[in-house]
T-cell receptor, first 114, second 111 residues
Framework: DAGVIQSPRHEVTEMGQEVTLRCKPISGHNSLFWYRQTMMRGLELLIYFNNNVPIDDSGMPEDRFSAKMPNASFSTLKIQPSEPRDSAVYFC????????????FGSGTRLTVV | GNSVTQMEGPVTLSEEAFLTINCTYTATGYPSLFWYVQYPGEGLQLLLKATKADDKGSNKGFEATYRKETTSFHLEKGSVQVSDSAVYFCALLEYGNKLVFGAGTILRVKS
């Protein structure tokens, strides 16, 4: 298995532009999580999905952030418009319903907003 | 809410030294506890876990024991290697779905 695949690995964009981060979970995993990592705040859960349905989006910082999971093999996190304070590493993780402890993380997308 | 507190780093050790990274938690009930490791440019990898009080998780020479009396889950290794240099995160599993992480501790091992 290729693991959780995130793209792009690095993204540099100008303030005000729309940014879309992508995640492909492990096949058969039915939960998907988006985390953000910054020096100031550490790792924060933004949103998670069970069976493609958003369950808890209380960590989404503002309305500028949105996430979708149109099917079991794909999810996006969109920031529109982006701001310099959104610069961070964004991680996607997936988990199987049969192993509640088995989170697998992707390699992350490093976002820089200038 | 639930939270995890780790010792601040960086921790710098010589090869073959003994490692301890302290972790304490605040939670209602008895959450499952984890240590994750992050190598440069990579995602987090599960290092070990303990799902109930007094459980000991172990992997690759690392160990941690779930102590409910002291609400702690300290990570230990008897002899570190240069290849152990990474960032280590303590975490708890909240309500069965949400991983809550500590701030992370940078470990640097010198040869």
């Amino acid at each position: 298995d290729a693991g959780v695949i995130q793209s792009p690995r690095h993204e540099v964009t100008e303030m005000g532009q729309e940014v879309t981060l992508r995640c492909k979970p492990i096949s058969g995993h039915n939960s998907l999580f988006w985390y953000r990592q910054t020096m100031m705040r550490g790792l924060e859960l933004l949103i998670y999905f069970n069976n493609n349905v958003p369950i808890d989006d209380s960590g989404m910082p503002e309305d500028r952030f949105s996430a979708k999971m149109p099917n079991a093999s794909f999810s996006t996190l969109k920031i529109q418009p982006s701001e310099p304070r959104d610069s961070a590493v964004y991680f996607c993780a997936s988990r199987s319903g049969t192993d509640p402890y088995g989170y697998t993380f992707g390699s992350g997308t490093r976002l820089t907003v200038v | 809410g639930n939270s995890v507190t780790q010792m601040e780093g960086p921790v710098t050790l010589s090869e073959e030294a003994f490692l301890t990274i302290n972790c304490t938690y605040t939670a209602t009930g008895y959450p499952s506890l984890f240590w994750y490791v992050q190598y440069p440019g990579e995602g987090l990898q599960l290092l070990l876990k303990a799902t109930k009080a007094d459980d000991k998780g172990s992997n690759k020479g690392f160990e941690a024991t779930y102590r409910k009396e002291t609400t702690s889950f300290h990570l230990e290794k008897g002899s570190v290697q240069v290849s152990d240099s990474a960032v280590y995160f303590c975490a708890l599993l909240e309500y069965g779905n949400k991983l809550v992480f500590g701030a992370g501790t940078i470990l640097r091992v010198k040869s």
